[in-house]
C-alpha cells in the first residue's frame, strides 16, 4: 500500500526565512541623562506666620517661584538689592517709630512756638536748636531710606532699585522733601527788628509742610497697634486742646504780654480745656474775667462782659464740640473692651482672618 502524505492546512507554504545575524544581538538601550534641575530659593511666607490658613502649592506661591526662577535664569544675584530693606523688617520698623516720635514732638513744638515765640527779642533755647537741627537731619536720612526700602505689591515684596525709586516719586517724594528742606539755612534776618520778627514768623510758617508727615504716623499706628480707634480719638483731643491754646492769642482779647511764653501757653491751655471740657471755672488774670459759661449761675453775664460776643459764641461752640470729643472717645473705648471679652467677636475675628488669606492667595470660590 502507497502511504498518503498528510497535506498542509495553512493554504501555501511559507518560505523559510533566512537566518540574519540582527536577529541574534539587540540594539543596546540609550541611558538619557535627566535634564539638569535649576537650583531653586526657598520661598519664605512669613507674611502668613500668624494666619489660619498656611499656603502649600498654588498659583500664588507657583508665580513667585516662577520669579524667582527667572531671575536665576538671567543670572541676577543679590548684589543689585544688597542695601535695601523689606518694608517688614525689624530695621526699618524702629527707623519709622524714631520718625513718628520726632514728627509727633514737632506738630507739638511748632504751633507753640508760632504762637508764643514769634517776638522780636526772644531768643531760641539751645534744646530748641538742637532738635531743630537732629528733626532735619533725621528728615532727609529718611528720604535716602525711603528710596532704599521696598514696598508690597499683593503679596509679593518689591526690591528692585529702579521700581522702589518709582513706586516712593508718585507717593511721599514731594511730601517728604517739602517738610526736609532746612529753609532756616537759607534764609537770612534783616536789621530791624520788624524784618527780623516778619522773617522769623516766615520762616516757622515754612515748617508746616512737615507735618504733612503725620498721614504717614497714621498709617504706621494702624498697621502695628491693636487699639488704633481709641488712640487715634486721644491723640486728636490732645492735639485740638493744644492747638486752641496755641491759637489762644489770636482769638482771644487777653492782655498777658508781660508773661514768659510758657506761662501765657499755661493761661490758654487752661482756657482750652476749661471750654473743651465744659467745667465752668472761673479764674482771674490781671483784674481779667476768663470765662464761664454756667447759665445755673446768677452772675454769669457780668463774668462774661470782659469777652465780645463772636469770642463767647467761639468758647461755647469749643465746649460743645469737646463734649462729643469726649464721648466719642469713651464710647470707643468700652467698644472696644466690649468686643475682646466677647467670644462672638473672636469667631467673626478668625473668619475675616481666614478669609483674607484665601483672597491674598487668590483661591477661586
Excluded at 498654588?58 to 531671575?71: G, I
Aim: with cysteine.
Amino acid at each position: 500500500m502507497e502511504k498518503v502524505m498528510p497535506r498542509s492546512t495553512g493554504g501555501r507554504d511559507r518560505p523559510e526565512s533566512k537566518p540574519s545575524m540582527t536577529d541574534d544581538v539587540l540594539p543596546p538601550l540609550q541611558v538619557v541623562p535627566p535634564p539638569p534641575k535649576l537650583k531653586q530659593k526657598r520661598i519664605s511666607f512669613s507674611m502668613w506666620r500668624q494666619a489660619e490658613v498656611i499656603p502649600a502649592v498654588n498659583r500664588v506661591s507657583l508665580q513667585v517661584t516662577a520669579e524667582e526662577r527667572k531671575k536665576l535664569e538671567q543670572g541676577l544675584e543679590e548684589d543689585a538689592i544688597r542695601f535695601m530693606w523689606t518694608p517688614d523688617s525689624q530695621l526699618r520698623l524702629s527707623w519709622d517709630a524714631l520718625i513718628a516720635v520726632v514728627t509727633v514732638f514737632f506738630a507739638y513744638r511748632l504751633p507753640y512756638s508760632l504762637a508764643f515765640e514769634s517776638d522780636v527779642d526772644f531768643q531760641e533755647q539751645a534744646w530748641s536748636i538742637a532738635f531743630n537741627s537732629i528733626a532735619n537731619v533725621l528728615y532727609i536720612i529718611d528720604v535716602v531710606a525711603n528710596f532704599r526700602t521696598g514696598y508690597r505689591s499683593d503679596v509679593e515684596v518689591v526690591l528692585d532699585p529702579k521700581q522702589v525709586a518709582i513706586n516712593y516719586a508718585k507717593t511721599w517724594f514731594l511730601v517728604d522733601v517739602a517738610g526736609s528742606i532746612p529753609f532756616e539755612l537759607f534764609i537770612k534776618t534783616g536789621d530791624s527788628g520788624i524784618e527780623r520778627k516778619a522773617v522769623k514768623t516766615s520762616l516757622k510758617y515754612l515748617k508746616i509742610p512737615k507735618l504733612f508727615r503725620l498721614a504717614r504716623i497714621i498709617r504706621f499706628v494702624r498697621k502695628h497697634m491693636q487699639f488704633m480707634y481709641a488712640f487715634q480719638l486721644s491723640f486728636l483731643y490732645i492735639s485740638v486742646v493744644h492747638w486752641i491754646a496755641c491759637l489762644g492769642p489770636s482769638m482771644l482779647t487777653l492782655d498777658v504780654s508781660e508773661y514768659v511764653p510758657f506761662s501765657r501757653y499755661g493761661i490758654f491751655l487752661y482756657i482750652s480745656v476749661t471750654a473743651l471740657f465744659d467745667l465752668g471755672k472761673y479764674v482771674s488774670i490781671a483784674n481779667q474775667p476768663l470765662i464761664r459759661i454756667d447759665p445755673f449761675s446768677p452772675d454769669w453775664t457780668c463774668r462774661m462782659e470782659g469777652f465780645p460776643a463772636d469770642e463767647q459764641i467761639i468758647l461755647a461752640a469749643l465746649s460743645v464740640f469737646g463734649f462729643f470729643l469726649v464721648c466719642l472717645v469713651s464710647a470707643s473705648i468700652t467698644a472696644i473692651f466690649v468686643s475682646q471679652t466677647s467670644r462672638a467677636s473672636e469667631y467673626q475675628e478668625k473668619i475675616q482672618s481666614v478669609m483674607a488669606d484665601l483672597k491674598a492667595l487668590q483661591v477661586p470660590r
